[in-house]
């Protein structure tokens, strides 16, 4: 299908084009044009039908984006102004540089461009940052007739009617209505005898993580947004929420691998900003690995008389990490999911003293069954690795499970638990486990 | 709000109780519930009216749903079985024993329970799993005015009535419409010629990864599901993607911290399965990493003639593994998203090598100041130890970019290519380099 588009573009048959094109998902076509050059882009996006136009508009990336505003006139830019959806408005401008903002503004009406100016300036991430603003608002004082009337007049321009919100002159929230609620009701039955008032809300200053877990919590196709003063500023719908769910995972990905967050795709990244988000954590894990270093140092006399105990250093820091990253995984995901409370601490210690009691008989038996028999270690040491190992993945498992659960009691990140930092610890663990055993065990 | 209605029950103030609990959501009502006894759950659900009893029902636990189902009269459990939307009806199946399905089934019409018996046999995690079937469908020469009729007389049991589907004799799907364009348009057009015809759709045994990317990529809020035949089964709807997204999710958390994946919460799993699930990589990683213990081995004279090089292979080995797991989780989780592709191979080397040149630099050069300056080690022991630094930086941050691509072109999940593997993988390389510089630089 794509091909034949762009063969027809490059043909110049412009009528097939149109004709094939205007049949098309706006996300589709939205793909096609990310495909052309800067030239051809602009070609194929003038020719779409004004009302299409817009709406392929919102699925671009923020590059030809940038293109299509450079290169079209201002009524059209004014077009977009006016049509595109209020959420789409925002997140493009956010990305876009000064003097696109500028041109943009110039465009829009004066009350539109001090919206325009109050919903830039949410902080990033809050809820603010979602709101869209075309919704449908009722007064409880309608019958259900007019309210189908109105609905009717603008709901051609709103992004969601599926929940009608009903507001006071002051703009408070008195209740809420569903478009299914309206659509099977007499029509002469007033709204405030049929609206809901137990309604679920946020404010326009709560985190997005917050936001989608209320969304996950009740099965939402939109949430209504309210100010400071309790007036209803918009509503946030579930579409953006389950972008907001991607990212707020990613965010976690990439800090239980050690670096900072970063929401830009990682082909669109600049390289320095990627070094950037990687330097410190390794720096700080390298530091700490030194005093890892230090006890192997402290026991040097150990190693000198005994040789072959260096050969089991890998295998027992590489277990005992893999070992506490397993336990601190699962707990950083039950706290994100809200599966695992801070309460659940002593359950969380129980579980894992008899999950890692099975894991380290199992793993220190084959182990000792292996290095005895097929490596023909000697008893003495071949028992001194073996307790080693289940010493260290039972203090693994502990630790992995316990320390997540600490960061979020004194209000920090759970996910920095992860994977570097337990292996850090654990690794300097398991070192003074096996010398303090080797030196009792061998007698050196 | 739970601890007045808790005191309530207890108090056997049951008039109070019953006005209390009937103004709440049904998903606040389902926590209260969690939180009770056995007997207490039982005695306030059937204080429930009969038709918010339903909607709670379809909110509690697994365990609550056995404990209600197996203490009210089979007059009530008709009523569950009759009003659950199919999709819970479904999911609260799937998890409860023979005795319980038995029951239910027996409960059930018989053509209700041959449905229910094609449904439990789609295979989990395929779109069949997450059907449900209360959705409205229309026939294309319908007007508006019957469209709307037909909806009010039918929507009120329907889970989503915002599209409509509009299918052919055989029930073949012909086109969608949405609620919002039926309200909107006059009432004496024909539903054909407002229809969209270019629907995107999915079938019944396409894996519910694919349907969540699907969601993701057009932001619908349901999609239709078709089976071989191209005929209409059901619809999918967004607030259940949301669970799969999160499931999903936490699939590839467990996976890249070296676990069988399991959908079971961990305060809920059984030990013995948390064990099971962590031992099998931790064997493998365990047996991979005594491969490592065998380089030291063979490097055993370096380490007798230089003892402090010893010292430094933890902050070696957990330096190149931070910064292999940093880049493979970028990657990893970028094809996740669909924003890297398998093409993208070359891209993603060149930005490695990029950045960990400059990873490799920063790090490198601190660790020398640090241990030539500070530690006082000789300059060739430090030269030695700085540049395994920065050769181990390069090639672990370029497996790890590298792995996760090639897993996904072989097929396999690019998340098993994570920590753990990378880690293992790269301990070794780091001790061959390290050795062989050894050698090399300090003549041994």
Not at 206 to 225: I, R
Not at 300 to 311: F, G, K, P, R
Not at 336 to 359: G, H, N
Not at 402 to 427: G, Y
């Amino acid at each position: 299908m794509n091909e034949k588009i762009i063969r027809l573009l490059k043909e110049k048959n412009f009528k097939a084009l149109r004709e094939e094109i205007i049949e098309l998902n706006e996300v589709n076509i939205a793909e096609i044009i990310e495909e052309l050059n800067k030239n051809e882009a602009v070609i194929l996006y003038r020719m779409l039908p004004k009302d299409l136009a817009v709406d392929v508009f919102a699925y671009l990336s923020n590059e030809q984006q940038m293109n299509i505003i450079n290169s079209i006139t201002d009524k059209e830019i004014k077009h977009i102004v006016d049509e595109l959806f209020f959420d789409d408005m925002i997140d493009f401008l956010e990305e876009m540089p000064a003097n696109v903002v500028k041109k943009i503004l110039e465009n829009a009406k004066e009350e539109e461009r001090n919206l325009i100016n109050q919903f830039l300036n949410y902080p990033e991430n809050s809820a603010g940052s979602l709101i869209t603003i075309e919704y449908v608002d009722l007064r409880k004082d309608m019958t259900v007739k007019e309210a189908i009337k109105h609905l009717k007049e603008t709901g051609l321009e709103k992004e969601t009617i599926y929940t009608c919100y009903v507001t006071d002159g002051s703009r408070k929230l008195e209740g809420i209505i569903s478009l299914r609620k309206l659509v099977i009701s007499q029509e002469d039955e007033i709204i405030e005898d049929i609206m809901e008032t137990d309604v679920v809300y946020v404010h326009t200053h709560d985190d997005q993580e917050m936001v989608a877990s209320v969304f996950k919590k009740y099965d939402f196709l939109a949430l209504p947004v309210l100010d400071k003063e309790e007036r209803l500023v918009g509503i946030i719908t579930i579409d953006d929420i389950v972008d907001v769910i991607e990212q707020e995972n990613t965010e976690d990905f990439q800090k239980m691998a050690g670096m900072e967050p970063s929401e830009i795709e990682y082909l669109d990244a600049n390289v320095f900003t990627l070094a950037k988000n990687r330097i410190a954590w390794l720096l700080i894990l390298m530091i700490s690995a030194t005093f890892t270093g230090r006890i192997i140092q402290r026991y040097e006399n150990v190693l000198q008389s005994v040789a072959i105990l260096a050969a089991f250093i890998p295998m027992l820091m590489d277990t005992g990490g893999n070992a506490g990253s397993q336990s601190s995984t699962l707990v950083i995901r039950g706290l994100a999911l809200e599966e695992i409370k801070t309460k659940d601490f002593f359950k969380v210690i129980s579980k894992e003293l008899r999950v890692s009691f099975i894991v380290g008989i199992v793993l220190s038996l084959i182990n000792f069954l292996r290095i005895y028999f097929i490596e023909k270690i000697s008893f003495k040491i071949s028992l001194t690795v073996t307790i080693t190992l289940f010493v260290t993945i039972m203090l693994a498992k502990i630790v992995g499970g316990i320390l997540p659960i600490v960061a979020r009691k004194f209000k920090l990140d759970p996910a920095i638990m992860a994977s570097p930092l337990i292996t850090t610890i654990v690794d300097a663990v398991a070192l003074i486990v096996y010398f303090s055993f080797a030196t009792m065990i061998l007698g050196i």
